[in-house]
């Protein structure tokens, strides 16, 4: 299989941002510092990754490398977090984060979503990640 595409992403954090509470990172290794991908998960089988332990991270000392080839729809592969189920409450204000790169520019649609049938995605946005790391949020 010929991999034309490279995601590289780091310290994918959702917070919970409140002016009565301040911050809180509700995902568990959100940023790969436990050095495993658990409970993070890929659905396709082409795609690949590895945990990077050797610096190069803009935040941290890890970070997700992720190799796929482009698909019809961007939905064909993707990257997930499963660590539970998150419940978001009425009145606060959510905010998922990540530090991304892709030497290829890859676009990707980002967004937290329902993991089941219908899909239901919240606040949903697509990006063109560029060479240089850069923080991407919804």
Known sequence: MKVGFCLTA?????????FS???ENLMKNG???DGVLEPWSTYND???TEI????????????????TVKGANFWDAG???NAGNYVFQKGKKYTLAAFL???????INFKPEIGVDPWTGYGEKSFT?????AEYYV
């Open 10 to 18: 780091i310290a994918v954090v959702l917070v919970i941002s409140n």
């Open 46 to 48: 082409g795609v690949k």
């Open 31 to 33: 940023g790969f510092e």
């Open 129 to 133: 990640m560029i060479e240089n790391w």
């Open 101 to 107: 790169r892709s030497p290829n520019k890859l676009q």
């Open 21 to 23: 509470y301040g911050q």
């Open 79 to 81: 990257l997930q977090h």
């Open 52 to 67: 990077i332990k050797t610096g190069g991270a803009i935040e941290g000392k890890n970070y997700l490398k992720v190799l």
